[in-house]
């Protein structure tokens, strides 16, 4: 009788992940498109401290973008200090239109994107998404991320950062949408994260 209650509780368990983080649908058209917004800091670049690691901004960082996916890490060398990373859309590929032909998935850190035909052209695909390793900067962000779902939009605010991690390894953001493979991902510091209503 107990492994019953047990089965049931990680039966229900599942069914709640599933349900608070299923696909938000949305119907064709573009839905972020601006590209996102990267500037120089002003002045001293900022220092931010999170799991033993040190953060130095090098750019001012917003975004507004659609969530192709989403993927939580809780064992990896960065888990603690990165704890989730958003596969992000904007321009032509937030439009469902386009996306319906792109099979999308991450893995390891990274975002992988697949074709059968491309619906775009291959560069605007790259140049129009990207993959951001999102460091909260405080718990409310840290709610806020936790409610993000694969369709949902989200605007993000923040600095782009490199981070001096406790065993003297170093992790650097990507600091152009125009790469692609190792080194391309943006490593964002997020003071605020806002999920637009979902219809």
């Known amino acids: 009788m107990r492994r019953l209650g047990i089965l049931a ?8 992940g599933y349900l608070s983080h299923r696909q938000v649908a949305h119907a064709p058209g573009v839905l972020a498109p601006e590209v996102p917004r990267q500037t120089d800091l002003p002045g001293a670049a ?5 799991a033993g690691a040190t953060l130095t901004a090098v750019a001012n960082f ?6 192709l996916s989403r993927e939580d890490y809780w064992f990896d060398a960065g888990a603690k200090l990165v704890p989730t990373d958003l596969a992000l859309g904007w321009g032509r590929m937030s439009d469902s239109a386009v996306l319906d032909r792109v099979d999308i998935a991450q893995f390891g850190r990274f975002y992988y994107w697949h074709v059968q035909e491309f619906p775009i052209p291959e560069r605007e695909i ?6 951001m390793h999102l460091i909260p900067a405080d718990r409310s962000v840290e709610r806020s991320l936790g409610r993000v ?8 605010r923040g600095y ?19 790469d692609s493979g190792a080194g391309a991902c ?14």
């Open 9 to 16: 509780a990680l039966l229900l368990a599942t069914l709640a």
């Open 46 to 50: 900022p220092q931010f401290s999170r």
């Open 62 to 67: 917003e975004v507004d973008a659609r969530v």
């Open 126 to 131: 790259i140049e129009s998404s990207a993959n």
């Open 149 to 156: 779902r694969a369709g949902d939009l989200v605007h993000i």
């Open 160 to 178: 782009l950062v490199n981070a001096h991690m406790p065993d003297g390894g170093e992790w650097r953001t990507s600091t152009t949408r125009s």
């Open 186 to 199: 943006e490593l964002v510091w997020v003071e605020d994260l806002e999920i637009a209503p979902r219809r």
